[in-house]
T-cell receptor, first 112, second 117 residues
Framework: AQSVTQLGSHVSVSEGALVLLRCNYSSSVPPYLFWYVQYPNQGLQLLLKYTSAATLVKGINGFEAEFKKSETSFHLTKPSAHMSDAAEYFCAVSGDDYKLSFGAGTTVTVRA | DAGVTQSPTHLIKTRGQQVTLRCSPKSGHDTVSWYQQALGQGPQFIFQYYEEEERQRGNFPDRFSGHQFPNYSSELNVNALLLGDSALYLC????????????????FGAGSRLTVL
């Protein structure tokens, strides 16, 4: 079975500051890891995915995430926050079955 | 290229009623998954359909059922609605066979928001 834990339900950053969203996973098999973003009244959009290739994964909109097996982590970062980054972010994991298991989400607000 | 389309976008039902939600997958995709997202929570896996059969199911009661049609579109049915069924229901499509079980990237629709009174 696979699961993820997102640390912090809400993150507030200033425009131009670093965005860091934390995700730890648990998996009995080598995991596939994903970050999705959800804007108000919309579905989920894939930011990036890790599928056992490079441990540093670059995604859309300037986001990237690093897979650290020793820490069972897959934290999401963006060097400089933009107002348009305000949204809810979900970390998800899948393994040897067909379902995605999502974290509870982290809401990001960006201060001008 | 149209993505995943869901209908209706919003609906209100009363306890005990039945509801049917519909989903058309992204062009070229053959697999449909359904997720329930309660307010303030992450999506929870309901089930996945492939080749018109339920391939895997999450921890949801039998009141939740589905169907996949030959054109890959899908329906989610919920019987005997409870207040706790109020949620955003998300449909996601993917293409099976590209990279193994878990590597398939899901494309999500905007969801159907169900309110049960």
């Amino acid at each position: 079975a696979q699961s993820v834990t997102q640390l912090g339900s809400h993150v507030s950053v200033s425009e131009g500051a670093l965005v860091l969203l934390r995700c730890n996973y648990s998996s009995s098999v080598p995991p596939y890891l994903f970050w999705y973003v959800q804007y108000p009244n919309q579905g989920l959009q894939l930011l990036l995915k890790y599928t056992s290739a490079a441990t540093l994964v670059k995604g859309i909109n300037g986001f990237e995430a690093e897979f650290k097996k020793s820490e069972t982590s897959f934290h999401l970062t963006k060097p400089s926050a933009h107002m348009s980054d305000a949204a809810e972010y979900f970390c998800a994991v899948s393994g040897d079955d067909y379902k995605l298991s999502f974290g509870a989400g982290t809401t990001v607000t960006v201060r001008a | 290229d149209a993505g995943v389309t869901q209908s209706p976008t919003h609906l209100i039902k009363t306890r005990g009623q039945q509801v049917t939600l519909r989903c058309s997958p992204k062009s070229g995709h053959d697999t449909v998954s359904w997720y329930q997202q309660a307010l303030g929570q992450g999506p929870q896996f309901i089930f996945q359909y492939y080749e018109e059969e339920e391939r895997q199911r999450g921890n949801f009661p039998d009141r939740f059922s589905g169907h996949q049609f030959p054109n890959y579109s899908s329906e989610l049915n919920v019987n005997a609605l409870l207040l706790g069924d109020s949620a955003l229901y998300l449909c996601a499509s993917s293409l099976t066979g590209t990279g193994g079980f878990g590597a398939n990237v899901l494309t999500f629709g905007a969801g159907s928001r169900l309110t049960v009174l």
